[in-house]
């Protein structure tokens, strides 16, 4: 099965089955140093792109939350 394949299949899967999936993936990642290291290069990456938030903006987001519920 390509990886392909089997994202299109997980997609289709209830959140509690892509849940455990991913807790899976990442119990193997963190047994992994390569993966691990891999895993912060690509966030340092998105970081450096843009894709961050301000101290203020998590704040807010905090706030929001607490507001609803969560």
């Not at 392909?4 to 997980?10: C, D, G, P, Q, Y």
């Amino acid at each position: 099965m390509s990886a392909a394949e089997i994202k299109s299949e997980v997609t289709r899967l209830p959140l509690a089955d892509r849940l455990e999936i991913a807790d899976l993936l990442a119990e193997q990642d963190r047994n992994d140093e390569a993966a691990r290291r891999a895993r912060i290069a690509r966030r340092m990456q998105s970081m450096d792109d843009g894709r961050k938030i301000t101290l203020e903006q998590l704040a807010s987001l905090h706030e929001a939350m607490k507001t609803v519920g969560l």
